[in-house]
């Protein structure tokens, strides 16, 4: 048997796999609110129950940086080790990047659970740029090293928000004093970033109906709350932050591409995206991703496709878990 897990700020999610004629099958799957527990090894302990399986691998994909086989969580009081991990469940384990997971995973995605925002075809050579908003911002590199493809994680989500036009200058100026100086693109791209977007737009003078304002700042997800009233079409303050976002979540992903010069293209994936799924497909994120100047013709021959398959991390851990075996 072979354990995969998905560690992220909001949820874990662990799950078990045997092999069945060389491919991989998930026997059973556990998902848990991270928050609620002081360490993840009690999450393990807990799915794997009083009489555990015999394990030949296990891979976790984990939001924060994996330095010598350790990492130290982004968003939660967890510090999790290779070594530690392996001497307790008995096998060789694998810690990753949750977007190294992530990227690994969505080379397995089928056609079906991908949409693509732009027409260009998809290539296997060169580099593919991953970006994916859920509670954080996750950046990713992918590329075919001529026999396997390779992944380089990243923290690009933790790199300056660069605005584009008066309306972000104003938004960076707005976000600067309010989180008290630095301003990563994160506080605006992932779960509660969108709510920042409101925020920003209902103390510079837009006033929403006093229902919506009450709504919102009294819901336990305000950001879900604002995706859910822009999605219905009634909200106009609502609409115009959700458009904000998927601008600016453009201009990243073109931002990344450039970096990485990403020739076979661009993944969006991450919890996010399939929520706001018509608005994506609008419009505002391609202009914010093609809006680079004279590199714009150079963007849009790269193809940009939004996964859509949430357990993508999960697989590309499985996936890493059987090749330690």
């Not at 527990?37 to 807990?46: G, K, N, P, S």
Request: glycine residues 12%; aromatic residues 6%.
């Amino acid at each position: 048997m072979f354990l995969a897990g998905d560690i992220g700020g909001t949820k874990t999610v662990l799950a078990l796999y045997r092999q069945q004629a060389g491919a991989l099958v998930r026997e059973r799957e556990v998902s848990v609110p991270s928050r609620e527990h002081a360490r993840f090894e009690d999450i393990v302990e807990a799915f794997l129950g009083i009489d555990p399986p015999v394990l030949r691998g296990a891979s976790f994909g984990v939001a924060g940086p994996v330095v010598d086989g350790a990492c130290r969580t982004t968003n939660l009081p967890w510090v999790l080790d290779e070594a530690e991990l392996s001497a307790r469940l008995g096998c060789p384990v694998k810690l990753l990047n949750d977007l190294e997971a992530a990227a690994l995973g969505m080379l397995r995605i089928p056609a079906e659970q991908r949409v693509a925002l732009s027409t260009a075809r998809r290539g296997r050579d060169g580099m593919t740029a991953v970006i994916a908003a859920g509670t954080g911002l996750g950046e990713a590199l992918l590329f075919w090293d001529g026999l396997r493809y390779q992944v380089q994680p990243t923290e690009g989500g933790h790199c300056d928000f660069a605005p584009n036009n008066a309306e972000e200058d104003a938004l960076l100026a707005y976000l600067r004093e309010r989180f008290g100086g630095h301003v990563s693109v994160e506080r605006i791209l992932s779960g509660p970033g969108l709510f920042n977007l409101w925020c920003f737009l209902r103390d510079g003078g837009r006033a929403p109906m006093d229902e919506a304002r009450q709504a919102i700042e009294r819901a336990p997800d305000p950001s879900a709350e604002i995706a859910r009233r822009a999605a219905e079409g009634a909200d106009a303050m609502c609409i115009h932050a959700l458009n904000m976002f998927c601008r600016i979540y453009g201009a990243e992903a073109g931002n990344l591409a450039l970096k990485c010069l990403s020739s076979a293209g661009v993944l969006v994936g991450g919890g996010i995206a399939p929520k706001i799924l018509p608005f994506l497909q609008r419009g505002a994120f391609m202009d914010g991703f093609l809006d680079k100047g004279r590199f714009r013709e150079l963007l849009s021959r790269m193809p940009v496709e939004v996964v859509l398959e949430p357990r993508a991390p999960l697989i590309g851990a499985a996936h890493v878990a059987r090749s330690l075996a």
